[in-house]
């Protein structure tokens, strides 16, 4: 039996991100991980493109993360905009002063690679890779954690940070609100003819949702959020005929499109799990909240919920308590539920009222555009919550 101060299953960028938090602190962390180290080491193109807040590329730094990523790589988010339909409304958040831009969009799979490399350039945890946890079960006395090879860890904490679709939830009789929307998610670079001007564009058409986030370039990740059985068809169509939909998809606002390499697809799926914390038990990233991706700041909150839970863990220490301290997982829990449910139950909202094609909800879309477009004030709450330049 492998022993160890805290277990963190998963090392996605929020299992790596806690696990480099708390280099230094003297205790020893496991992360356990279902894929091969190559996976680790030299992550694959997945598509997804993060839109880094201000708050996030600081903690970013702080774990020598952010360094390691080429700037050439980074494209500059200097404005959103909503729009729905052929609406003459549309709300637009920038910056009310200064250069700085509301965040970066940098690729998913380099900010894992850079959080992979801070981990090993620190030696602050031990990676456990091409393993599946099959079991996890805790009591106050510890933690202990089944692997699909009949190994065991034993841990004081045990940290899930598997996924929105966390089986180590369920095992921890742990519920969660899901919501499927029914739908899916296709991501793809194309590059158009018109410039974006750094502006991220969220459209909502009849039957469909578009959102082109500018890279570096006249080049933009476009994403298409439709029917399940609508992508299926996309992922299968030819570079030049899915070039084409897109094309018209986008009405020619950008002018005419070309696929730029591999496509991916997701479904739509929010998770909030109805607790972040057990005995000697924590929830962190999608395993404890898994956002509607129109706001962009699921990643963001993985991020803020791996900072929050090893800072309680580092003021523990400080304290001399335990690890697993129970008054200190309850801080985490609710702390981090206080920045992401307020935002978490809006996205939602949001997201149901720009996919109804019904004629009361395209009403009332019309009517928030219009008093959103009218009101400063709520752009500037929202652009402030965009950019996140405090803790």
Same mark, same amino acid.
């Given at each position: 039996?492998?022993?160890?101060?805290?277990?963190?299953?998963?090392?996605?960028?929020?299992?790596?991100?806690?696990?480099?938090?708390?280099?230094? =602190?003297?205790?020893?962390?496991?992360?356990?991980?279902?894929?091969?180290?190559?996976?680790?080491?030299?992550?694959?193109?997945?598509?997804?493109?993060?839109?880094?807040?201000?708050? =996030?590329?600081?903690?970013?730094?702080?774990?020598?993360?952010?360094?390691?990523?080429? @700037?050439?790589?980074?494209?500059?988010?200097?404005?959103?905009?909503?729009?729905? $339909?052929? =609406?003459?409304? +549309?709300?637009?958040?920038?910056?009310?002063?200064?250069?700085?831009?509301?965040?970066?969009?940098? @690729?998913?799979?380099?900010?894992?690679?850079?959080?992979?490399?801070?981990?090993?350039?620190?030696?602050?945890?031990?990676?456990? #890779?091409?393993? !599946?946890?099959?079991?996890?079960?805790?009591?106050? !006395?510890?933690g202990t954690l089944t692997l699909a090879d009949g190994g065991q860890i034993r841990a004081r904490l045990v940290v899930a940070a598997d996924t929105r679709?966390?089986?180590?939830?369920?095992?921890?009789?742990?519920?969660?609100?899901? *919501?499927?929307?029914?739908?899916?998610?296709? &991501?793809?670079? /194309?590059?158009?003819?018109?410039?974006?001007?750094?502006?991220?564009?969220?459209?909502? $058409?009849?039957?469909?949702? &578009?959102?082109? %986030?500018?890279?570096?370039?006249?080049?933009?990740?476009? /994403?298409?959020?439709?029917?399940?059985?609508?992508?299926?068809?996309?992922?299968?169509?030819?570079?030049?005929?899915?070039?084409?939909?897109?094309?018209?998809?986008?009405?020619?606002?950008?002018?005419?499109?070309?696929? %730029? $390499? #591999?496509?991916?697809?997701?479904?739509?799926?929010?998770?909030?799990?109805?607790?972040?914390?057990?005995?000697?038990?924590?929830?962190?990233?999608?395993?404890?909240?898994?956002?509607?991706? +129109?706001?962009?700041?699921?990643?963001?909150?993985?991020?803020? $919920?791996?900072?929050?839970?090893?800072?309680?863990?580092?003021?523990?220490?400080?304290?001399?308590?335990?690890?697993?301290?129970?008054?200190?997982?309850?801080?985490?829990?609710?702390?981090?539920?206080?920045?992401?449910?307020?935002?978490?139950?809006?996205?939602?909202?949001?997201?149901?009222?720009?996919?109804?094609?019904?004629?009361?909800?395209?009403?009332?879309?019309?009517? +928030?555009? *219009?008093?959103?477009?009218?009101?400063?004030?709520?752009? *500037? %709450? /929202?652009?402030?919550?965009?950019?996140? !330049? /405090?803790?």
């Open positions: 039996m492998t022993e160890t101060d805290i277990a963190v299953i998963g090392a996605g960028p929020a299992g790596l991100a806690f696990a480099r938090e708390l280099a230094g =602190s003297g205790l020893s962390v496991t992360l356990v991980e279902r894929s091969p180290k190559a996976a680790l080491a030299d992550p694959a193109f997945d598509g997804r493109e993060i839109a880094l807040t201000h708050r =996030s590329q600081a903690i970013l730094a702080e774990l020598d993360a952010w360094s390691r990523i080429s @700037p050439e790589e980074m494209s500059p988010l200097r404005q959103a905009r909503v729009q729905d $339909g052929a =609406s003459p409304f +549309v709300l637009d958040f920038a910056p009310e002063s200064g250069d700085a831009p509301l965040g970066q969009l940098v @690729p998913n799979h380099l900010i894992r690679r850079a959080l992979y490399e801070a981990v090993q350039a620190a030696g602050c945890a031990t990676l456990m #890779t091409g393993t !599946k946890v099959t079991a996890v079960e805790t009591s106050p !006395k510890g679709f966390s089986q180590a939830r369920r095992q921890m009789g742990i519920a969660a609100s899901m *919501r499927d929307f029914g739908k899916s998610m296709l &991501v793809a670079r /194309v590059a158009h003819e018109k410039p974006h001007g750094g502006i991220a564009t969220e459209w909502f $058409g009849h039957g469909q949702t &578009v959102a082109l %986030l500018p890279l570096r370039g006249d080049v933009s990740s476009i /994403v298409l959020t439709l029917p399940a059985r609508q992508i299926e068809a996309l992922m299968a169509a030819s570079p030049e005929a899915f070039a084409a939909d897109a094309t018209r998809r986008t009405e020619e606002r950008w002018g005419m499109m070309t696929l %730029l $390499g #591999t496509r991916h697809a997701y479904p739509l799926v929010a998770t909030y799990a109805r607790r972040f914390v057990g005995t000697r038990f924590a929830l962190i990233g999608d395993a404890a909240v898994g956002m509607h991706p +129109v706001t962009a700041h699921g990643f963001n909150f993985g991020l803020a $919920g791996a900072h929050r839970l090893a800072g309680e863990i580092r003021a523990s220490l400080m304290r001399g308590r335990d690890v697993a301290d129970p008054g200190a997982l309850l801080r985490y829990e609710m702390a981090h539920r206080a920045a992401t449910f307020p935002l978490f139950t809006a996205t939602n909202a949001i997201a149901a009222l720009y996919t109804d094609d019904r004629a009361p909800a395209r009403l009332l879309r019309s009517a +928030v555009l *219009r008093a959103g477009a009218a009101l400063s004030p709520v752009r *500037r %709450l /929202v652009t402030a919550q965009l950019m996140q !330049k /405090v803790a």
